[in-house]
């Protein structure tokens, strides 16, 4: 009978995941804080070992230290708040096996524990401590291919190994490659990026390597390149398909020798920067079509991440559109605060060609364009409203308004205005009868009739 210990200040929670595994034929432990799991886990034997990162006293990340210089031999699973990158990125640092978002779902959980079993044979013990670095950039995702992108970022970014960055333009590329640097040992070095699409290949040249007095016209004084600057940091090679041919020798030269020579130079220099390259082109297809040099292909491909289309992760867009809109309302000295619910469902049931960057510049403009604190329909651009009223039987009268007036009956019209109205006030009825210039018992009457309530804010309201 397997040994399992849960820790976990949540009585509620621990109760449920004792009583999950001992059904599942584990022999369950389990303990309110840190101190005491560790207290358990020195006096037991323990196979496995549960625990919540957040709690009261000292958290998860620290007991994982611990646990990793008394027991390395035993796996630990941690719990992680669901978005929170940058505790999953320092549990897998600190040398956790596994983790587990919350909500929990005891499948995924319970996954995760056979697995850390099975694994236990060949565990090497190896422990990573987890140092500084805690400001990673927020990337917001929960869906399973996320998680496995947060883990990947966590595996990676301890080792120096070249990281390939794959997805359609928009999908976080950049944001990723910066994690990966924040997250590394060496996050206090510089992160400096290179867009590989150049147009003048010799400037790109330059720009990467750097050149010397008098290398070309116009260069009147040396100049240093980017892989100089990047030092023992991160070099993020973007739009890594876009290299001619040339460049793409010189780049395999800095890649498996890590040298590289200066425009107009005649010395070999020596690179000790982390590489990232980043392309939304299918590089594989680009090497079968020879355009692509194989060797460089392999070289670039050792660890590569895959991140989802935006249409491929539609549960994800609440999460970011809140994300988004605080990121917005601060730049922009506005204070959006409510997605009514349509305006929501028109925001995730569209395909989103250009993924999260393209969502973002929607928010903006409309944003931009709104008065009070609501996103309306009509601040979204014309494409999104497209066809939606026919073919969406479910969706509230004012999709019409903005998207079908033809055919819209004055009472639809009149229920469209009040509810914005009311929606601008807050529901305050006494300043909602002002802006309509109507009576409050005229109002109730209007209400009763339409049936209108007031709607969910986004994740039950913004800062409000
Ligand atoms: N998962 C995410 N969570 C939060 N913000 C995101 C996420 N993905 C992308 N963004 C935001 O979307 C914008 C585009 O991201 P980024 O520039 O990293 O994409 P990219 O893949 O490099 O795009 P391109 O191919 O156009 O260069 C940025 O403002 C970024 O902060
Ligand atoms: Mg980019």
């Known amino acids: 009978?397997?040994?399992?210990?849960?820790?976990?200040?949540?009585?509620?929670?621990?109760?449920?995941?004792?009583?999950?595994?001992?059904?599942?034929?584990?022999?369950?432990?389990?303990?309110?804080?840190?101190?005491?799991?560790?207290?358990?886990?020195?006096?037991?034997?323990?196979?496995?070992?549960?625990?919540?990162?957040?709690?009261?006293?000292?958290?998860?990340?620290?007991?994982?230290?611990?646990?990793?210089?008394?027991?390395?031999?035993?796996?630990?699973?941690?719990?992680?708040?669901?978005?929170?990158?940058?505790?999953?990125?320092a549990a897998m640092q600190g040398g956790a096996i596994d983790y587990i978002t919350k909500p929990i779902d005891l499948d995924d959980l319970e996954a995760a524990v056979d697995k850390a079993l099975r694994m236990r044979v060949e565990s090497d013990g190896d422990a990573l401590l987890v140092e500084g670095g805690d400001e990673a950039a927020t990337i917001i995702g929960r869906t399973r291919a996320m998680k496995n992108v947060f883990k990947s970022i966590?595996?990676?970014?301890?080792?120096?190994?070249?990281?390939?960055?794959?997805g359609e333009s928009g999908t976080g590329k950049e944001l990723v490659a910066r994690a990966i640097h924040k997250a590394g040992p060496d996050a206090d070095k510089p992160f400096v990026a290179v867009n590989c699409a150049a147009l003048v290949e010799t400037l790109l040249e330059s720009d990467l390597f750097g050149h010397e007095k008098g290398a070309f016209t116009g260069a009147v004084n040396a100049r240093r390149g980017k892989v100089d600057l990047a030092g023992e940091g991160t070099l993020f090679l973007d739009e890594i398909g876009e290299l001619s041919p040339r460049m793409q020798g010189k780049l395999l030269r800095l890649l498996e020798e890590r040298e590289y020579t200066p425009v107009g130079g005649t010395h070999a220099k020596i690179s000790s920067a982390r590489f990232v390259a980043a392309t939304n082109v299918d590089l594989a297809q680009k090497v079968t079509d020879g355009e692509f040099r194989e060797d460089l292909y392999y070289r670039l491909n050792v660890f590569s991440i895959d991140l989802p289309p935006l249409r491929e992760r539609q549960e994800d867009i609440p999460l970011l559109v809140e994300h988004l809109l605080k990121r917005i309302n601060k730049e922009n000295h506005k204070s959006i605060r409510r997605v009514p619910g349509n305006v929501m469902d028109r925001l995730v049931g569209y395909a989103w060609p250009g993924n999260v960057r393209q969502l973002e510049n929607v928010l903006i403009k409309a944003v931009v364009m709104s008065q009070?604190?609501?996103?309306?329909?009509?601040?979204?651009?014309?494409?999104?409203?497209?066809?939606?009223?026919?073919?969406?039987?479910?969706?509230?009268?004012?999709?019409?308004?903005?998207?079908?007036?033809?055919?819209?009956?004055?009472?639809?019209?009149?229920?469209?205005?009040?509810?914005?109205?009311?929606e601008s006030t807050d529901w305050h009825k006494g300043k909602a009868c002002e802006i309509l210039g109507t009576s409050r018992p005229k109002l109730d009457r209007r209400i009763k009739e339409y049936g209108l309530k007031p709607r969910m804010a986004v994740n039950g309201g913004m800062g409000k």
Not at 17 to 42: I, M, P, R
Not at 396 to 406: F, K, Q, V
Request: charged share 25%; glycine share 6%.
């Open 154 to 166: 966590g595996m990676v970014s301890q080792s120096n190994v070249t990281v390939l960055i794959l």
């Open 372 to 422: 009070g604190d609501i996103l309306h329909l009509a601040q979204l651009p014309d494409e999104m409203l497209e066809g939606a009223a026919e073919s969406d039987g479910e969706l509230a009268n004012e999709d019409r308004l903005a998207s079908d007036s033809a055919t819209l009956s004055l009472k639809d019209i009149e229920r469209e205005h009040i509810l914005s109205v009311l």
């Open 1 to 89: 009978m397997p040994n399992i210990l849960i820790i976990d200040d949540d009585q509620s929670s621990s109760r449920t995941l004792k009583l999950h595994f001992s059904s599942s034929g584990f022999d369950v432990k389990t303990a309110a804080s840190a101190d005491e799991g560790l207290d358990v886990l020195l006096a037991n034997p323990i196979d496995v070992v549960v625990s919540d990162i957040r709690m009261p006293g000292r958290d998860g990340l620290s007991l994982l230290t611990d646990i990793r210089r008394e027991r390395p031999d035993v796996p630990v699973i941690m719990i992680t708040a669901f978005h929170d990158l940058d505790s999953t990125v």
